[in-house]
């Protein structure tokens, strides 16, 4: 049974910071790329960063330098660090999972909900 579980979401002020973490189990999760995901209400769900086996990062033009991904492959764990937030990255933000060699092995977390406002 494959599970990725979320966690760290709630709210903040502007310019505030959160970390998620996003728990892997049932999968071999060195050698998957993991990924965040986030969509606003009224809005298509959008990749914010991923993380490869090896360690390369991408990152969405609206979080560059403000967001940092990064991935604990001892604790089967890949956290979301979110600096000086503005109101418009409040969105649920899901973690995924997916393997290069078979385009069926994608996975989902139920998402965590992300709120910045004043």
């Known amino acids: 049974q494959v599970q990725l579980v979320e966690s760290g979401g709630g709210l903040v002020q502007p310019g505030g910071s959160l970390r998620l973490s996003c728990a892997a189990s049932?999968?071999?999760?060195?050698?998957?790329?993991m990924g965040w995901y986030r969509q606003a209400p009224g809005k298509q769900r959008e990749l914010v960063a991923d993380i490869t086996p090896t360690g390369n990062t991408n990152y969405a033009d609206s979080v560059k330098g403000r967001f940092t991904i990064s991935r604990d492959n001892a604790k089967n764990t890949v956290y979301l660090q979110m600096n000086s937030l503005k109101p418009e990255d409040t969105a649920v933000y899901y973690c995924?999972?997916?393997?290069?060699?078979?385009?069926?092995?994608?996975?989902w977390g139920q998402g965590t909900q992300v709120t910045v406002s004043s």
């Open positions: 049932g999968i071999i999760f060195s050698l998957y790329t």
């Open positions: 995924n999972a997916r393997a290069n060699w078979d385009y069926r092995a994608e996975y």
